[in-house]
């Protein structure tokens, strides 16, 4: 069997046979309704880039934001770190001193 | 088709870019041939009435890229036909089916009457369904849309020395079984 089917058509196709089909307001009409959904569709295509773009642009932006504290952080943790440690000190030897003046003062109650 | 009617035919079509109800005058002139170019192709009547109409809406959508390169409007609208039928073919996954009339068929085929027999048409029946399709789209252009290899070349996608090939191989291996009328004329 070949690939193709090949039929013979006994009398000649009517020419009438085809007016039944022939309305080209139907075309226009279908042509427009396509060319509209085109439009419509570009329209959709074109928001979705700017969404996109936008929700980009405010991403980019918190990275942005995020990444410039981590850096003021890092700028300036050691010196908080300094200072908590100093403050550590200092209680310390405020309690060194606590304890050396309740020293002091307890063999004075005996 | 002389250049008087080609260079009208690019008028209206200039004019339906920006109007397409100028395109009317170019539909009523050519929806009958290509309507039979897709019936042949089908054997369905519904069938080539929906994918005419398919072909001419496609033609309004890309009417602003059409450019004029050497060949007939006409021929820029059997292709649009063409991709529309091989569109169906591969969706429907079926035999390509061509059908043709016998009164074209005998005119083509040196047969009188007394010569023209069941047999004789079985035979030729079983002879072209061995005939690659490429083949048998070019016999079908060339001899029953009576297109030039040209125009042949620009509808199937290939070149005119391939149109030419084609034709050739075709007629050569119909002349070896049958009598055969027509000519190659490349």
Known sequence: MGRNEIRLRRKRTISSGADRYRNYGTILERHERE?????ILKVFVMFIAVLILIMIITM????????????????FGTGTQQSRTLMVSSSNTALSCDAVVSFQQRPSKY | MSEDEIRQEIEIINRSKRDPRAFGVLYEKYFDRIYYFILRQTDDEALAGDLCSQTFVNVLNH??????RGVPFSAWLYKI??????????????????????????ELFDQGNDGWDEELV?????????????????????????????????ILDITESGAKMRTYRALD???KNFNLKIKYDG
Do not use: C
């Open chain 1, 35 to 39: 060319q509209r959904l085109k439009k």
């Open chain 1, 60 to 75: 980019l932006g918190r990275w942005e934001k995020r990444s410039g504290n981590a850096g003021a952080d890092l700028i």
């Open chain 2, 63 to 68: 009417l602003h890229q059409f450019e004029f």
């Open chain 2, 81 to 106: 036909a063409s991709n529309e039928v091989r569109k169906h073919y591969r969706k429907n996954k079926g035999k390509k089916i061509f059908s043709l009339e016998e009164p074209r068929v005998k």
């Open chain 2, 122 to 154: 079985e035979k030729l029946i079983v002879f072209m369904n061995d005939l690659p399709t490429e083949m048998l789209e070019v016999l079908e252009l060339r001899f029953f849309e009576n297109k030039d290899f040209k125009e042949i070349a620009y």
């Open chain 2, 173 to 175: 291996k119909l002349r």
